[in-house]
């Protein structure tokens, strides 16, 4: 069964900066694509950020330039650095993995706010 735990998450000021990490377990093949989603209170849950093995790291729109994603295979890990946070980057933050020939499984969650 695959796992994923993020750690990172808290409480910063606008301008600070935060880094969130994910570690995953339980894989039984290699990773096709990994990233970070985000839900807001009362929002859906969106995009931030994709690191796929053949197409590379894409963000999304609203982080693109100020957080960046990083991926270690050896590791089965993903970090995000967030930069330059904004109140409006307040949200639960979820890894997610999807591997070669598997479904996607998601971490259960860690609150970044950030404080205007």
């Known amino acids: 069964q695959v796992q994923l735990m993020e750690s990172g998450g808290g409480l910063v000021q606008t301008g600070e900066s935060l880094k969130l990490s994910c570690a995953v377990s339980?894989?039984?093949?290699?990773?096709?694509?990994i990233g970070w989603s985000r839900q807001a209170a009362g929002k859906e849950r969106e995009f931030v950020a994709n690191?796929?093995?053949?197409?590379?790291?894409t963000y999304a729109d609203s982080v693109r330039g100020r957080f960046f994603a990083f991926r270690d295979d050896a590791k089965n890990t993903v970090d995000l650095q967030m930069n330059s946070l904004k109140p409006e980057d307040t949200a639960v933050y979820y890894c997610?993995?999807?591997?070669?020939?598997?479904?996607?499984?998601w971490g259960r969650g860690t609150q970044v706010t950030v404080s205007p």
């Open positions: 690191i796929h093995t053949v197409v590379g790291t």
């Open positions: 997610w993995v999807l591997p070669v020939g598997g479904r996607t499984s």
């Open positions: 339980g894989l039984s093949s290699s990773i096709d694509a």
